[in-house]
């Protein structure tokens, strides 16, 4: 083992001639270990809520979307999908689907929103039919057009699901508005709602779902037009290089997106908070590393006479300057460890119990947390560097240390 390590682990676990120096030692050792559970616990909770709200968006966003690029519609018939199927593996369902912004009426109750189309493959693409909290997901009944509402419309409008007899009157703008005064510049049709949805608060505010050919109708479309193709992949397909393959054999004209990229937004917004919330305790960890520089300093200036010593047996200065580099390190290690048992501590005790609550109406009852394994060499990475620095200074001071030591 080099030397300087073992002199520098003897001094570590060697007891010390003044007390004050034991004690600040353990301080700065208990600051790395909070520091270092503080960071593993802040990213495990950004991890949590990244998790959370993917699952809920999961819920209605498909693996896979296709869009024009240019215009909010596009033409999908079954020669297109046919040929997206053939030349690309993992597809396992296509739906078409057509949204448009619409005037919903229900009783004495009036809102906007958006309707969303989807044909009878949508539940098969996206778990839609799970998030139904009140009501079923039905889209038809005999001739009767029926709709899903998300939870925000169904609060906003009062409606009613179990009133089988009142009705949803939906208006949309005609494309082609008409020179004379007194027509009707809107279409209108009549649904029944069938039940509630519950998947993610955007989307529940805003969105209705019924029958893609009750919306074409609506426009006035041929029902080969849509404004999005979403699809379901096999298990175990990768998204991102399925999506790539799609961009490649559509071309320009279209834009293909994973689900991630499908809320590239708001993921991208998560990022930021979890590394601004990650560089407070980093912070506070430059702050605790000021208690490492002072034991250091203190345990260099007790060690003094050792120092003269190992120089005058012929230890070099850069080896001496090693031996507190390497103690510094070790201080660190050690409160690395103990941040790390720690945090899986915490992580256990609220995953299981729910040690931190979240106020009442929330979806769920305490902090979401979940671990990831590249998140502790990060961590790792981050103390010792803080530790690394913190020993130099006290390192360059038992460097420049006199060989010989005259006691007075």
Avoid at 72 to 98: C, H, N, P, W
Avoid at 283 to 311: H, T
């Amino acid at each position: 083992m080099n030397l300087s390590l073992r002199i520098a682990r003897r001094y570590l676990f060697a007891k010390k001639s003044t007390n004050a120096i034991n004690i600040i030692t353990g301080i700065a050792v208990f600051g790395v270990s909070v520091g270092t559970a503080a960071l593993i616990l802040v990213l495990s909770v950004f991890n949590g809520f990244e998790d959370l709200f993917l699952g809920m968006y999961n819920n209605f966003n498909p693996d896979i979307r296709i869009t024009a690029t240019k215009g909010k519609t596009f033409t999908a018939d079954s020669a297109l999908i046919s040929r997206m199927q053939l030349a690309v593996k993992g597809i396992e369902a296509t739906s078409r689907v057509l949204e448009e912004v619409a005037f919903f009426s229900y009783k004495d109750k009036q809102d906007f929103g958006i309707l969303k189309g989807v044909d009878d493959y949508y539940t098969r693409v996206t778990r839609i039919d799970s998030t139904v909290k009140e009501g079923k997901y039905a889209l038809r009944e005999g001739s009767r057009e029926q709709a899903v509402l998300g939870l925000g419309m169904r609060n906003r409008l009062a409606v009613d699901i179990s009133d089988p007899f009142a009705a949803l009157t939906v208006y949309i703008p005609k494309r082609k508005q008409s020179a004379l005064a007194l027509e009707p510049q809107f279409t209108s049709r009549i649904i029944y709602p069938s039940g509630t949805f519950l998947a993610q608060q955007e989307v529940d505010n805003e969105y209705v779902i019924a029958s893609i050919g009750l919306v074409q109708d609506l426009l006035k479309y041929e029902h080969t037009t849509v404004s999005s193709l979403e699809l379901r992949l096999h298990e175990g397909f990768p998204a991102t290089s399925t999506a790539a393959d799609l961009q490649a054999l559509l071309g320009p004209d279209y834009v293909v997106k994973d689900r991630l990229a499908q809320e590239e937004a708001f993921l991208r917004l998560m990022k930021i908070e979890k590394w601004l919330s990650f560089a407070i305790p980093g912070l506070m960890l430059l702050l605790v590393s000021f208690n490492l520089i002072g034991a250091l300093w203190m345990i260099v200036l007790e060690k003094s006479q050792d120092i003269s010593i190992l120089k005058t047996l012929g230890m070099t200065d850069l080896s001496v300057r090693r031996v507190f580099l390497y103690q510094g390190l070790l201080l660190c290690s050690l409160g690395i460890v103990i941040g790390f048992v720690l945090a899986l501590i915490l992580f256990t005790l609220q995953k299981t119990v729910g040690i931190i609550t979240l106020p009442g109406g929330m979806l769920i009852d305490a902090y979401p947390v979940s671990l990831r394994w590249y998140d502790f060499p990060i961590v790792l990475s981050i103390v010792l560097s803080i530790g690394y620095m913190a020993s130099i200074l006290p390192a360059l001071r038992a460097q420049k240390m006199p060989a010989m030591f005259r006691e007075e």
